[in-house]
Protein backbone atom coordinates (compact mmCIF):
# COMPACT_ATOMS: atom_id res chain seq x y z
CA UNK A 1 0.00 0.00 0.00
CA UNK A 2 1.42 3.16 -0.61
CA UNK A 3 2.02 5.96 1.64
CA UNK A 4 -1.01 8.22 2.07
CA UNK A 5 -0.74 11.69 4.21
CA UNK A 6 -3.01 14.50 4.54
CA UNK A 7 -1.84 17.79 2.80
CA UNK A 8 -2.97 21.12 4.49
CA UNK A 9 -1.71 22.50 1.15
CA UNK A 10 -4.89 21.16 -0.87
CA UNK A 11 -6.74 19.94 1.89
CA UNK A 12 -7.05 15.96 1.17
CA UNK A 13 -5.42 13.05 1.26
CA UNK A 14 -2.86 12.00 -0.97
CA UNK A 15 -0.57 9.57 -1.94
CA UNK A 16 3.22 10.53 -1.32
CA UNK A 17 5.51 10.67 -3.84
CA UNK A 18 8.99 11.46 -3.55
CA UNK A 19 10.75 13.89 -5.10
CA UNK A 20 13.52 11.75 -5.74
CA UNK A 21 12.62 7.87 -5.48
CA UNK A 22 13.61 6.43 -2.45
CA UNK A 23 14.27 9.75 -0.65
CA UNK A 24 12.32 12.20 1.27
CA UNK A 25 13.65 15.62 2.48
CA UNK A 26 11.42 16.75 5.69
CA UNK A 27 11.69 20.17 7.31
CA UNK A 28 9.81 20.73 10.51
CA UNK A 29 9.67 24.22 12.50
CA UNK A 30 11.73 23.81 15.89
CA UNK A 31 11.55 25.53 18.79
CA UNK A 32 12.41 29.37 19.94
CA UNK A 33 14.52 28.80 22.79
CA UNK A 34 14.22 31.46 25.50
CA UNK A 35 12.22 29.20 27.98
CA UNK A 36 11.14 25.14 29.26
CA UNK A 37 9.30 23.69 26.12
CA UNK A 38 5.39 23.46 26.68
CA UNK A 39 3.41 20.03 26.11
CA UNK A 40 2.35 21.80 22.67
CA UNK A 41 5.74 21.57 21.68
CA UNK A 42 5.50 18.08 23.00
CA UNK A 43 3.24 17.02 20.93
CA UNK A 44 4.65 18.20 17.60
CA UNK A 45 8.35 16.56 17.62
CA UNK A 46 6.77 13.24 18.97
CA UNK A 47 4.28 13.45 16.23
CA UNK A 48 7.08 14.04 13.76
CA UNK A 49 9.46 12.04 15.25
CA UNK A 50 7.34 9.00 14.81
CA UNK A 51 6.35 10.19 11.47
CA UNK A 52 10.06 10.43 10.31
CA UNK A 53 11.07 7.15 12.09
CA UNK A 54 8.39 5.34 10.03
CA UNK A 55 9.12 6.69 6.95
CA UNK A 56 12.76 5.60 7.52
CA UNK A 57 11.40 2.27 7.09
CA UNK A 58 10.80 2.73 3.14
CA UNK A 59 13.13 5.94 2.25
CA UNK A 60 16.32 7.96 2.78
CA UNK A 61 14.91 10.78 4.94
CA UNK A 62 17.18 13.85 5.62
CA UNK A 63 15.04 15.51 8.55
CA UNK A 64 15.92 18.84 9.23
CA UNK A 65 14.72 20.75 11.93
CA UNK A 66 15.73 24.32 13.30
CA UNK A 67 16.69 26.06 16.62
CA UNK A 68 14.77 30.04 16.70
CA UNK A 69 18.16 30.96 18.30
CA UNK A 70 17.57 34.87 17.70
CA UNK A 71 14.32 36.46 18.02
CA UNK A 72 12.45 39.37 19.99
CA UNK A 73 11.10 36.92 22.65
CA UNK A 74 14.92 35.82 23.46
CA UNK A 75 16.19 39.34 23.03
CA UNK A 76 13.56 40.16 26.07
CA UNK A 77 13.71 37.20 27.91
CA UNK A 78 17.54 37.47 28.21
CA UNK A 79 17.33 41.74 29.16
CA UNK A 80 15.02 40.54 31.75
CA UNK A 81 17.31 38.10 33.01
CA UNK A 82 20.57 40.24 32.54
CA UNK A 83 22.10 37.90 30.36
CA UNK A 84 23.40 37.79 27.05
CA UNK A 85 20.72 36.43 24.37
CA UNK A 86 23.45 33.84 23.13
CA UNK A 87 23.92 32.22 26.63
CA UNK A 88 20.36 32.37 27.25
CA UNK A 89 19.32 30.37 23.65
CA UNK A 90 21.97 27.90 24.43
CA UNK A 91 20.78 26.85 27.79
CA UNK A 92 17.52 26.19 26.51
CA UNK A 93 18.54 24.19 23.44
CA UNK A 94 20.28 21.98 25.85
CA UNK A 95 17.45 22.01 28.23
CA UNK A 96 15.15 21.21 25.10
CA UNK A 97 17.25 18.05 23.73
CA UNK A 98 16.93 16.84 27.48
CA UNK A 99 12.93 16.82 27.25
CA UNK A 100 13.21 15.60 23.82
CA UNK A 101 15.64 12.56 24.96
CA UNK A 102 13.22 11.78 27.62
CA UNK A 103 10.24 11.51 24.84
CA UNK A 104 12.38 9.22 22.67
CA UNK A 105 12.56 11.76 20.27
CA UNK A 106 15.79 10.83 18.13
CA UNK A 107 17.26 14.07 16.79
CA UNK A 108 17.02 15.48 13.34
CA UNK A 109 19.70 14.88 10.72
CA UNK A 110 20.64 18.75 10.82
CA UNK A 111 19.48 20.91 13.42
CA UNK A 112 20.36 24.84 11.83
CA UNK A 113 20.84 27.26 13.65
CA UNK A 114 19.69 31.04 12.93
CA UNK A 115 22.48 32.71 14.56
CA UNK A 116 24.85 30.87 11.79
CA UNK A 117 23.06 31.08 8.66
CA UNK A 118 22.86 34.81 8.36
CA UNK A 119 24.64 35.43 5.41
CA UNK A 120 22.46 33.08 3.79
CA UNK A 121 19.30 34.84 5.33
CA UNK A 122 20.76 38.04 4.20
CA UNK A 123 21.62 36.79 0.41
CA UNK A 124 17.71 35.38 0.06
CA UNK A 125 16.54 39.10 1.63
CA UNK A 126 18.59 40.63 -1.09
CA UNK A 127 17.47 38.37 -4.00
CA UNK A 128 13.59 39.37 -3.07
CA UNK A 129 14.62 43.39 -3.05
CA UNK A 130 15.62 43.20 -6.42
CA UNK A 131 12.78 41.33 -7.46
CA UNK A 132 10.44 43.95 -5.66
CA UNK A 133 8.73 41.30 -3.80
CA UNK A 134 10.56 43.33 -0.69
CA UNK A 135 11.54 46.83 0.21
CA UNK A 136 13.57 48.36 2.52
CA UNK A 137 11.98 50.58 5.17
CA UNK A 138 14.01 52.63 7.59
CA UNK A 139 16.20 50.48 8.96
CA UNK A 140 14.35 47.37 8.72
CA UNK A 141 12.93 44.87 5.44
CA UNK A 142 9.68 44.21 4.72
CA UNK A 143 7.82 41.60 2.54
CA UNK A 144 5.26 43.58 0.03
CA UNK A 145 1.96 40.95 0.52
CA UNK A 146 0.24 42.03 -2.66
CA UNK A 147 3.23 41.44 -5.07
CA UNK A 148 2.93 37.19 -5.03
CA UNK A 149 -0.69 36.85 -5.85
CA UNK A 150 -1.08 33.49 -3.98
CA UNK A 151 -0.88 34.47 -0.59
CA UNK A 152 -3.11 33.17 1.43
CA UNK A 153 -3.50 29.85 -0.60
CA UNK A 154 -2.08 27.90 2.13
CA UNK A 155 -4.34 28.92 5.03
CA UNK A 156 -7.16 29.56 2.15
CA UNK A 157 -7.81 33.18 3.27
CA UNK A 158 -8.04 35.67 1.50
CA UNK A 159 -6.66 39.48 2.22
CA UNK A 160 -9.58 40.89 3.76
CA UNK A 161 -9.96 37.58 5.81
CA UNK A 162 -6.06 37.52 6.99
CA UNK A 163 -6.11 41.68 7.89
CA UNK A 164 -9.22 40.51 10.31
CA UNK A 165 -8.57 37.26 11.63
CA UNK A 166 -4.52 37.84 12.39
CA UNK A 167 -3.00 40.18 14.93
CA UNK A 168 -1.59 42.47 13.09
CA UNK A 169 1.51 44.76 13.89
CA UNK A 170 0.70 48.31 13.03
CA UNK A 171 3.63 49.99 11.83
CA UNK A 172 4.33 53.36 9.69
CA UNK A 173 7.06 51.59 7.85
CA UNK A 174 4.99 49.16 6.31
CA UNK A 175 2.93 49.55 2.85
CA UNK A 176 0.60 46.85 3.79
CA UNK A 177 -0.40 45.97 7.19
CA UNK A 178 -0.39 42.60 6.31
CA UNK A 179 3.35 42.98 5.34
CA UNK A 180 6.07 41.63 7.50
CA UNK A 181 9.80 41.89 8.44
CA UNK A 182 12.46 40.00 7.07
CA UNK A 183 15.11 42.26 8.72
CA UNK A 184 14.02 44.11 11.74
CA UNK A 185 16.68 47.07 13.02
CA UNK A 186 18.64 46.65 15.95
CA UNK A 187 17.47 49.32 18.57
CA UNK A 188 20.55 50.46 20.52
CA UNK A 189 22.16 47.79 23.56
CA UNK A 190 20.34 44.85 21.27
CA UNK A 191 22.36 42.07 19.41
CA UNK A 192 23.18 42.93 15.69
CA UNK A 193 24.75 41.66 12.11
CA UNK A 194 26.08 44.07 9.64
CA UNK A 195 23.73 44.08 6.70
CA UNK A 196 23.25 46.34 3.62
CA UNK A 197 20.53 48.27 5.35
CA UNK A 198 22.47 48.50 8.55
CA UNK A 199 22.78 46.59 11.69
CA UNK A 200 19.74 44.25 12.60
CA UNK A 201 18.62 40.52 13.02
CA UNK A 202 16.42 38.47 10.84
CA UNK A 203 12.71 37.96 11.10
CA UNK A 204 10.96 35.09 12.14
CA UNK A 205 9.70 33.41 9.31
CA UNK A 206 12.66 33.89 6.44
CA UNK A 207 15.23 31.75 8.41
CA UNK A 208 13.32 28.98 7.81
CA UNK A 209 13.30 29.30 3.78
CA UNK A 210 16.88 30.33 3.85
CA UNK A 211 17.82 27.19 5.60
CA UNK A 212 15.41 24.53 4.48
CA UNK A 213 16.72 25.14 0.65
CA UNK A 214 20.23 25.16 2.15
CA UNK A 215 19.72 21.47 3.68
CA UNK A 216 17.08 20.40 1.28
CA UNK A 217 17.26 22.46 -2.08
CA UNK A 218 14.47 25.00 -3.34
CA UNK A 219 11.74 22.41 -4.01
CA UNK A 220 11.63 19.40 -0.85
CA UNK A 221 9.26 17.12 0.26
CA UNK A 222 7.40 17.50 2.96
CA UNK A 223 7.08 20.64 5.30
CA UNK A 224 5.34 19.72 9.10
CA UNK A 225 4.33 22.05 12.16
CA UNK A 226 1.44 22.40 14.80
CA UNK A 227 -1.65 24.19 13.35
CA UNK A 228 -1.11 27.47 15.07
CA UNK A 229 1.93 28.43 12.30
CA UNK A 230 -0.10 27.88 9.31
CA UNK A 231 -0.38 31.53 9.10
CA UNK A 232 1.31 33.43 8.99
CA UNK A 233 4.93 31.48 9.69
CA UNK A 234 4.17 28.69 6.91
CA UNK A 235 2.05 31.30 4.49
CA UNK A 236 5.24 33.55 4.46
CA UNK A 237 7.41 30.67 4.02
CA UNK A 238 5.83 29.88 0.83
CA UNK A 239 5.16 33.42 -0.26
CA UNK A 240 9.40 34.40 0.23
CA UNK A 241 10.88 30.69 -0.72
CA UNK A 242 8.38 30.63 -3.85
CA UNK A 243 9.18 34.66 -4.81
CA UNK A 244 12.69 34.15 -4.83
CA UNK A 245 13.13 30.81 -6.87
CA UNK A 246 9.82 31.16 -9.27
CA UNK A 247 10.03 26.65 -7.76
CA UNK A 248 7.04 24.99 -5.55
CA UNK A 249 8.47 24.85 -1.87
CA UNK A 250 7.14 22.29 0.36
CA UNK A 251 5.15 19.61 -2.03
CA UNK A 252 3.28 18.11 1.11
CA UNK A 253 2.34 20.35 4.56
CA UNK A 254 1.40 18.08 7.33
CA UNK A 255 0.18 20.03 10.61
CA UNK A 256 -0.69 18.72 13.99
CA UNK A 257 -3.72 20.11 16.21
CA UNK A 258 -3.94 21.63 19.53
CA UNK A 259 -3.29 20.72 23.07
CA UNK A 260 -6.23 21.31 25.74
CA UNK A 261 -6.04 21.07 29.08
CA UNK A 262 -9.58 20.00 30.64
CA UNK A 263 -11.62 20.72 27.47
CA UNK A 264 -10.14 24.23 27.21
CA UNK A 265 -7.22 26.10 24.79
CA UNK A 266 -3.97 25.86 26.40
CA UNK A 267 -2.28 29.41 27.51
CA UNK A 268 -0.90 31.46 29.95
CA UNK A 269 -3.24 33.55 30.18
CA UNK A 270 -5.92 31.07 31.54
CA UNK A 271 -3.22 30.01 33.42
CA UNK A 272 -3.52 26.30 32.51
CA UNK A 273 -0.49 26.22 30.79
CA UNK A 274 2.23 23.55 31.18
CA UNK A 275 5.87 22.60 30.31
CA UNK A 276 7.12 19.09 29.67
CA UNK A 277 8.66 19.22 32.68
CA UNK A 278 5.41 20.13 34.82
CA UNK A 279 4.19 17.00 33.83
CA UNK A 280 7.36 14.64 34.06
CA UNK A 281 7.33 15.22 37.38
CA UNK A 282 3.93 13.43 37.84
CA UNK A 283 4.04 10.83 34.90
CA UNK A 284 6.43 9.00 33.32
CA UNK A 285 8.00 10.31 29.97
CA UNK A 286 6.97 7.13 27.94
CA UNK A 287 3.27 7.35 29.78
CA UNK A 288 3.33 11.25 28.30
CA UNK A 289 4.75 9.84 24.64
CA UNK A 290 2.02 6.53 24.58
CA UNK A 291 -0.76 9.62 25.77
CA UNK A 292 0.25 11.78 22.84
CA UNK A 293 0.10 8.86 20.54
CA UNK A 294 -3.26 7.22 21.63
CA UNK A 295 -5.16 10.81 19.38
CA UNK A 296 -4.84 11.00 16.21
CA UNK A 297 -2.36 13.99 15.31
CA UNK A 298 -4.78 15.88 13.68
CA UNK A 299 -6.88 15.88 16.27
CA UNK A 300 -6.86 17.95 19.32
CA UNK A 301 -6.09 16.13 22.04
CA UNK A 302 -7.12 16.93 25.70
CA UNK A 303 -4.91 16.71 28.52
CA UNK A 304 -6.08 15.40 32.26
CA UNK A 305 -5.15 14.21 35.26
CA UNK A 306 -7.36 11.30 34.80
CA UNK A 307 -6.49 10.59 31.40
CA UNK A 308 -2.59 10.75 32.19
CA UNK A 309 -3.70 8.44 34.70
CA UNK A 310 -5.05 5.87 32.83
CA UNK A 311 -2.48 6.24 30.31
CA UNK A 312 0.26 5.00 32.95
CA UNK A 313 -1.51 2.31 33.78
CA UNK A 314 -2.47 1.04 29.92
CA UNK A 315 1.63 1.53 29.54
CA UNK A 316 2.26 -0.31 32.67
CA UNK A 317 0.05 -3.19 31.63
CA UNK A 318 2.08 -3.46 28.37
CA UNK A 319 4.82 -3.36 30.01
CA UNK A 320 4.07 -6.34 32.38
CA UNK A 321 2.92 -8.12 29.41
CA UNK A 322 6.30 -7.69 27.80
CA UNK A 323 7.86 -8.88 30.68
CA UNK A 324 5.60 -11.78 31.26
CA UNK A 325 6.94 -12.49 27.70
CA UNK A 326 10.09 -12.47 28.20
CA UNK A 327 9.58 -14.53 31.14
CA UNK A 328 7.61 -16.76 29.06
CA UNK A 329 10.48 -17.06 26.18
CA UNK A 330 12.79 -18.20 29.00
CA UNK A 331 10.99 -20.89 30.47
CA UNK A 332 9.33 -22.54 27.73
CA UNK A 333 11.15 -25.77 25.40
CA UNK A 334 10.85 -26.16 22.21
CA UNK A 335 7.86 -28.23 21.49
CA UNK A 336 4.56 -27.67 20.13
CA UNK A 337 3.95 -24.53 18.10
CA UNK A 338 1.31 -21.74 18.58
CA UNK A 339 0.22 -20.94 14.95
CA UNK A 340 -2.26 -18.88 15.89
CA UNK A 341 -0.22 -16.36 18.24
CA UNK A 342 2.18 -16.51 15.21
CA UNK A 343 -0.49 -15.93 12.36
CA UNK A 344 -1.88 -12.94 14.85
CA UNK A 345 1.40 -11.40 15.33
CA UNK A 346 2.30 -11.38 11.83
CA UNK A 347 -1.13 -9.49 10.62
CA UNK A 348 -0.35 -7.32 13.88
CA UNK A 349 2.77 -6.00 12.00
CA UNK A 350 0.89 -6.12 8.53
CA UNK A 351 -2.15 -4.10 10.08
CA UNK A 352 0.41 -1.58 11.79
CA UNK A 353 1.55 -0.80 8.39
CA UNK A 354 -1.35 -0.65 6.95
CA UNK A 355 -3.05 1.99 10.25
CA UNK A 356 0.75 4.06 9.60
CA UNK A 357 0.85 3.76 5.52
CA UNK A 358 -2.94 5.65 5.91
CA UNK A 359 -1.60 9.46 6.91
CA UNK A 360 -0.18 7.81 10.22
CA UNK A 361 -3.02 6.13 12.64
CA UNK A 362 -1.11 5.53 15.60
CA UNK A 363 -4.39 5.40 17.47
CA UNK A 364 -5.49 2.48 15.61
CA UNK A 365 -2.34 1.35 16.17
CA UNK A 366 -2.25 0.90 19.55
CA UNK A 367 -5.37 -0.49 19.07
CA UNK A 368 -4.26 -2.97 17.61
CA UNK A 369 -1.61 -3.57 20.06
CA UNK A 370 -4.07 -3.17 23.11
CA UNK A 371 -5.84 -6.61 21.22
CA UNK A 372 -2.62 -8.65 20.79
CA UNK A 373 -1.49 -7.91 24.63
CA UNK A 374 -4.85 -9.31 24.96
CA UNK A 375 -4.11 -12.34 23.38
CA UNK A 376 -0.59 -12.89 24.89
CA UNK A 377 -1.68 -12.85 28.46
CA UNK A 378 -4.53 -15.43 27.67
CA UNK A 379 -2.06 -17.31 25.79
CA UNK A 380 -0.05 -17.50 29.12
CA UNK A 381 -2.69 -17.60 31.06
CA UNK A 382 -2.47 -21.46 29.93
CA UNK A 383 0.74 -22.96 32.35
CA UNK A 384 2.67 -25.08 30.28
CA UNK A 385 0.97 -25.47 27.32
CA UNK A 386 1.99 -27.59 25.43
CA UNK A 387 1.29 -25.60 22.25
CA UNK A 388 3.56 -22.82 23.31
CA UNK A 389 6.75 -22.57 22.29
CA UNK A 390 9.94 -20.25 22.47
CA UNK A 391 10.03 -19.76 18.86
CA UNK A 392 6.48 -18.66 18.49
CA UNK A 393 6.66 -16.65 21.83
CA UNK A 394 9.81 -14.74 20.25
CA UNK A 395 8.41 -14.32 16.75
CA UNK A 396 5.59 -11.97 18.51
CA UNK A 397 8.07 -9.99 20.57
CA UNK A 398 10.44 -9.56 17.39
CA UNK A 399 7.01 -7.86 15.41
CA UNK A 400 6.42 -6.00 18.61
CA UNK A 401 9.63 -4.66 18.43
CA UNK A 402 9.40 -3.61 15.23
CA UNK A 403 6.17 -1.38 15.90
CA UNK A 404 7.84 -0.03 19.43
CA UNK A 405 11.05 1.14 17.32
CA UNK A 406 8.56 3.67 15.33
CA UNK A 407 6.04 4.37 17.70
CA UNK A 408 9.22 5.24 20.43
CA UNK A 409 7.00 3.58 23.40
CA UNK A 410 7.49 -0.08 24.75
CA UNK A 411 11.01 -0.03 23.50
CA UNK A 412 12.96 0.26 26.85
CA UNK A 413 13.52 -2.77 29.17
CA UNK A 414 10.30 -3.42 30.86
CA UNK A 415 12.15 -4.08 34.41
CA UNK A 416 13.45 -0.63 34.05
CA UNK A 417 10.12 1.11 33.44
CA UNK A 418 8.18 -1.09 35.85
CA UNK A 419 10.73 -0.56 38.11
CA UNK A 420 10.83 3.45 37.75
CA UNK A 421 6.76 3.38 37.67
CA UNK A 422 6.64 1.45 41.02
CA UNK A 423 8.94 3.77 42.73
CA UNK A 424 6.75 6.69 41.45
CA UNK A 425 4.10 5.24 42.62
CA UNK A 426 4.89 4.32 45.65
CA UNK A 427 6.50 7.66 45.79
CA UNK A 428 2.61 8.91 45.44
CA UNK A 429 1.19 6.95 48.27
CA UNK A 430 3.75 7.61 50.73
CA UNK A 431 5.54 4.06 51.03
CA UNK A 432 9.03 4.11 52.17
CA UNK A 433 10.80 1.85 49.44
CA UNK A 434 13.53 0.66 51.73
CA UNK A 435 11.21 -0.50 54.67
CA UNK A 436 9.26 -2.35 51.65
CA UNK A 437 12.80 -3.96 50.94
CA UNK A 438 13.97 -4.41 54.15
CA UNK A 439 10.50 -6.07 55.37
CA UNK A 440 10.62 -8.67 52.32
CA UNK A 441 14.09 -9.81 52.98
CA UNK A 442 13.32 -10.45 56.42
CA UNK A 443 9.99 -12.75 54.98
CA UNK A 444 12.74 -14.32 52.82
CA UNK A 445 14.68 -15.48 55.94
CA UNK A 446 11.56 -16.41 58.06
CA UNK A 447 10.69 -18.74 54.63
CA UNK A 448 14.11 -19.86 54.50
CA UNK A 449 14.06 -21.32 58.66
CA UNK A 450 10.45 -22.22 57.75
CA UNK A 451 9.26 -19.83 59.92
CA UNK A 452 5.81 -19.32 58.17
CA UNK A 453 4.17 -17.96 61.19
CA UNK A 454 6.56 -14.76 60.97
CA UNK A 455 6.49 -15.17 57.53
CA UNK A 456 2.77 -14.52 57.63
CA UNK A 457 3.19 -11.83 59.74
CA UNK A 458 5.56 -10.09 57.65
CA UNK A 459 3.04 -10.45 54.73
CA UNK A 460 0.18 -8.94 56.85
CA UNK A 461 2.25 -6.27 57.27
CA UNK A 462 2.92 -5.57 54.04
CA UNK A 463 -0.51 -5.67 53.10
CA UNK A 464 -1.29 -2.82 55.43
CA UNK A 465 1.15 -0.47 53.72
CA UNK A 466 -0.56 -1.52 50.70
CA UNK A 467 1.86 -4.03 49.28
CA UNK A 468 1.23 -6.91 46.92
CA UNK A 469 3.93 -9.04 46.62
CA UNK A 470 4.62 -11.33 43.54
CA UNK A 471 6.63 -14.53 44.06
CA UNK A 472 8.02 -16.03 41.18
CA UNK A 473 11.08 -17.95 39.94
CA UNK A 474 13.41 -15.05 40.21
CA UNK A 475 12.28 -14.03 43.67
CA UNK A 476 9.73 -11.87 44.98
CA UNK A 477 8.21 -8.68 43.78
CA UNK A 478 6.11 -6.45 44.88
CA UNK A 479 3.77 -3.65 43.67
CA UNK A 480 1.44 -1.10 45.22
CA UNK A 481 -2.15 -1.02 45.56
CA UNK A 482 -3.87 -0.01 42.99
ZN1 LIG B 1 9.37 27.67 10.17
Known sequence: MPQQLFNTLTSRKEILTPLAPGKLGIYVCGPTVYDLSHIGHARAYVAFDTVVRFLRRNHHVTFVRNYTDVDDKIIKRAAELGESPEILSERFIHEFKEDMRALHVLPADVEPKVTEHI???????????????????GGDVYYAVERFARYGSLAKRSFADMEAGARIEISEQKRNPLDFALWKAAKPGEIFWDSPWGQGRPGWHIECSAMSSKYLGETFDLHGGGKDLI?????????????????????????????????????????????????????????????LLTTHYRSPINFSDAALQEAENRL???YETLQRLEEAIKAFGHQGSTAGVLRQSLEIVERFEAAMQDDFNTPKVLADLAELFKLINETLA??????????????????IAEIATVLGILNEPATLVLQRLLARQAVQKGVDTAEVERLIASRQRARADRDFKEADRVRDLLAQMHIVLKDGPDGTTWDVKR
Open 119 to 137: PEIVALIQKLIVQEVAYVS
Open 231 to 291: FPHHENEIAQSEAASHKTFARYWMHNGFVNIDNEKMSKSLGNFFTIRDVLKQFDPQTLRFY
Open 316 to 318: QYM
Open 382 to 399: VPKDPDTDARTLRAVAQG
